[in-house]
Nanobody, 124 residues
Framework: QVQLVESGGGLVQAGGSLRLSCAASGRPFSLYVMGWFRQAPGKEREFVAAISRSGGSTDYADSVKGRFTISRDNAKNTVYLQMNSLKPEDTALYYC?????????????????WGQGTQVTVSS
C-alpha cells in the first residue's frame, strides 16, 4: 500500500505557472506507475498525465499537451506536475494516483491509490 499527499495548488492568473508535488510513502515508490487527474465542479474526474516507473515514458491528455510536464524523482518518492500557460479551464481539484506494476509501462486508468487532492484555481 502507498499513501499519497499532494501539494502546490493555489490561485494563479491565466498564463501563469504552478508546480504540483505528490509525496508517496509506503512500498518502494519505483514500483508504481504514477498519474495526475483532475475534477472540475460538476464534471467527471479526467486523466491529465501519467509517467512510468522509471520515468522513461509519459502520456498526456490532449488538453494539456505542450503545457504540462509530468516528472518523478524516485530517490525522493515524489512525482511532479509542472503546469505552464494555465487557462481558466484548468481550474479543478488535482489528484495524484498510483498503481503497482510489475513491469515497465504506462496507463490512463486502473489506478488503485489516490491522494486527497490539491485545488488549482486559474483566474481570467
Amino acid at each position: 500500500q502507498v499513501q499519497l499527499v499532494e501539494s502546490g495548488g493555489g490561485l494563479v492568473q491565466a498564463g501563469g505557472s504552478l508546480r504540483l508535488s505528490c509525496a508517496a510513502s509506503g512500498r518502494p515508490f519505483s514500483l508504481y506507475v504514477m498519474g495526475w487527474f483532475r475534477q472540475a465542479p460538476g464534471k467527471e474526474r479526467e486523466f491529465v498525465a501519467a509517467i512510468s516507473r522509471s520515468g522513461g515514458s509519459t502520456d498526456y491528455a490532449d488538453s494539456v499537451k505542450g503545457r504540462f510536464t509530468i516528472s518523478r524523482d524516485n530517490a525522493k518518492n515524489t512525482v511532479y506536475l509542472q503546469m505552464n500557460s494555465l487557462k481558466p479551464e484548468d481550474t479543478a481539484l488535482y489528484y495524484c494516483a498510483a498503481d503497482l506494476r510489475l513491469v515497465e509501462g504506462i496507463t490512463r486508468d486502473g489506478y488503485k491509490y489516490w491522494g486527497q487532492g490539491t485545488q488549482v484555481t486559474v483566474s481570467s
